[in-house]
């Protein structure tokens, strides 16, 4: 008996995206031959051998309207050499497509957002371009009849703009397997430090961490740790410079998930600091708040709605109130030294097992059970 097919669509190069390979491998469970498409440039890591197909688009633009309709265009002519059983189109910039072969071959689509993607703060300052991305997602969102998203909030607030269902699959991490973890020695990392880790594919303006680099003027006996990619790198290092802090702040590129893990093992503090500059970061629940959860770091967070919520509920770290360098810095002394570090640590293990992969999954399944039936 022959494989039910899916095609899986995201814009991103497909190595971090630990969401899209879990969306991926649930669907290789169910007994599908899932293909992930996506993109590749100039300076992605190799993928790693996986349970399903690859393929990955190299574009001549890499950002900018002709990025964004070279993508589409190069994505609807995949869909249309590649019939499929399944659609899964992760956020908005891949839906158009997958939209029109759903509709046209008369074929389930799932649509997964992973933000409020007209909210993000890239679409803040162009309102024209925002203002096309709104007039997409209203004249398709409320026709589609699968939806998933990433916390609560998010899906409430997508049924009250567009009277939709969307079920919730959290962006808990599936249980990294090594097999040891690493001394700081083997890392190149300082033994005789404490480690604040401030990680993540998305380290871009707004997130905190340029007033993060500046409050280690006042933190001793420590040293930040960033690892990951985004637009705030740049000036980070310059910042790292004008401080004068090369010796108190260290810079990582994005590596794999498993290679990342041994690093957020040797944490003392895991970071993320995120501001409500916009609804998108309002309302989020980042990945890097349950990685460091299941590596047994302790959080210092910004109070959003669902981080704080987390935090206050299973008592893993502490919320800060503002994001004054010399603030942030007053918290992280008081978590380095505190006499409940070891309470929110020995949290973090009854957190990550009342928050497990296996248990998010079951909407997935659920869901694709639905639509079997249908």
């Known amino acids: 008996m022959q494989k039910p097919t899916a095609i899986v669509s995201v814009i991103n190069d497909l190595v971090t995206d630990r969401r899209v390979h879990k969306t991926c491998t649930v669907l290789t469970e169910q007994g599908y031959e899932v293909t992930l498409v996506g993109r590749v440039l100039k300076n992605s890591l190799p993928l790693d051998e996986r349970v399903y197909k690859t393929h990955r688009m190299k574009l001549w633009f890499e950002k900018g309207v002709a990025f964004y309709t070279e993508f589409t265009i190069r994505l609807f002519f995949f869909l249309l050499q590649n019939k499929t059983s399944l659609l899964v189109a992760n956020d908005l910039d891949t839906l158009l497509p997958n939209y029109y072969f759903s509709k046209r071959r008369k074929i389930a689509l799932v649509y997964d957002s992973h933000e409020i993607f007209c909210e993000v ?12 991305w709104e007039r997409l997602e209203k004249s398709i969102v ?16 997508f049924n009250q ?14 249980k990294i397997s090594v097999n040891k973890i690493k001394t700081r020695v083997e890392l190149n990392l300082p033994i005789d430090k404490k ?40 000036n980070l290092k310059i910042e790292i410079k004008h401080f004068k802090l090369e010796d108190k702040v260290t810079m990582l590129p994005k590596m794999k998930p498993e290679e990342l893990y041994q690093y957020t ?60 360098a010399k603030h942030i810095a007053d918290k992280m002394n008081y978590m380095l030294t505190s006499a409940d570090y070891n ?3 020995a949290n973090t293990k009854i957190a990550a097992q009342e928050n497990s992969w296996d248990t998010e999954k079951k909407v997935w399944v659920n869901l694709i059970n639905e639509i079997e039936k249908n």
């Not at 703060?121 to 096309?132: A, F, V, W």
């Not at 589609?144 to 916390?151: A, E, P, Q």
């Not at 079920?167 to 991490?173: D, S, W």
Request: aromatic share 8%; with cysteine; charged share 20%.
């Open 121 to 132: 703060p890239e679409l803040q300052e162009t309102p024209l371009k925002k203002k096309i």
């Open 265 to 324: 093992c040797n944490a003392d503090i895991g970071l993320s600091l995120d501001k409500a500059t916009n609804l998108n970061y309002q309302l989020s629940l980042p990945n890097k708040l349950f990685d460091y959860v299941y590596a047994g770091v302790p959080v210092l967070a910004s109070p959003l709605t669902e981080i704080k919520s987390f935090i206050e509920k299973y008592n893993v770290g502490v919320c800060i109130e503002n994001h004054t």
């Open 343 to 345: 309470v929110w640590k």
């Open 195 to 234: 480690i604040i880790l401030l990680q993540g594919a998305g380290i871009n303006i707004q997130r905190g961490a340029e007033e993060a680099v500046e409050a280690m003027q006042y933190v001793s006996d420590a040293i930040l740790l960033i690892i990951g990619g985004g637009d705030a790198v740049e």
């Open 142 to 157: 409320p026709k589609l009849k699968y939806c998933i998203t990433v916390n609560h909030s998010i899906a409430k607030w």
């Open 161 to 174: 703009k567009y009277k939709v269902d969307f079920k919730v699959v959290r962006n808990i991490p599936d």
